[in-house]
């Protein structure tokens, strides 16, 4: 199934809210930045909704998939520059800027830790000395590369945050719904993303979108993006292109975007036997050796068909990794994987939803 990917460009800034009550007087509203794949789907789907003359059914049985999500930026040739959040196992340090990755290690019996306790190996971070951990980065394309060959990350391999969006505070009122005057009292924040535009070297941040299944996609054009429904322009771009992984007896697992599992942390497909967790895909098996998992994080939104809400799920965030060892069989399943996302093959119509909305999509790695 072939893959369309658009350039996604900000008009003024946006707001992506989440599950957070919001509408009380003094209330603060928070934006999440990259967006969740759901709302550049929602944001398209509506698009093509609105372009077919309204047939919401036609939508829902379409094989339409958002595939990817990606922190972007385009020079003022078209040149398009993609970059990833990091890796739930890769740290820049505060002190040097150095980047030091996780490594999965067995520890002694008698260590007592609050890891999962099922799996062999445990995640830990080397340091000569110590160090606080850096937010407020990303791999750079080439980084990219790098970590997914499982070549040694340097300094030249991530990017500032704040080149590509940086966070602003709006203050708002609230508005009567009969008279539309000021209700007195009412003040809110809220926060917007301001995506970042260089005038000097003519380089404006967005977004890269991977859509499958769908001919009519226009090539460019507007969609409503956020809480406010503000404007972004979209484009058509190539695919983004990296090294692929090299897999030699392991591989690691990357969540692109948030894992909705029906399991909990431990993804669909794995099983237990024995005193092990296997990944078994068809014709291929991999024991699961190490896990690194940020907290759980919820996801809801809305169900413009039903006009109601869509139920709070938990999920996986993205980033989480996933080590893999004792490769059996024919690794070409594991392809499948990182095309079609991590789902199992029978899914009911909530489930299938959010495949469409593209959650669950992984990047293959080496170890």
Known sequence: MSVEYRFIQAVDTVTIRGNKLFGD????GETTFPPRP?????????????????????????DFRLTGLFPASQNETGVIEVFLPLPADVTVLEKDKSIQQLE?????????HSQMAQLPMMPILRQGRQSKAESGWLLNQSGISAYLQGQTLSSTHIHPQADLWISESRIGIGLNRRSRTVDEGKLFTVEHTALQQNENSGIT?????????CDTLPESGFIRLGGDGRAARFSAVSAPVFSPANINGKFKLV???PGLFAQGWLPDGIQQEGDHYWLKLDGFKARLACASISRAEIISGWDLEQWQPKAAERVVPSGSVYWFDQVQDDT???????????????????TQSRRAEGYNRVLLAAW
């Open 25 to 28: 007087a003094g209330s603060y």
């Open 38 to 62: 759901s709302v550049l789907s929602g944001a398209f789907r509506s698009l093509l909704w609105a372009n077919n003359g309204r047939d919401a059914q036609a939508i829902q049985q379409s």
């Open 104 to 112: 999965p290690q067995v520890l002694n019996n008698t260590i007592q």
């Open 205 to 213: 941040a967005g977004l890269i979108v991977g859509v499958s299944g």
């Open 255 to 257: 969540l692109l975007t």
């Open 332 to 350: 070409a399943a594991l392809d499948k994987l990182a095309t079609e996302g991590w789902w199992t093959d029978t899914l009911d119509n909530a």
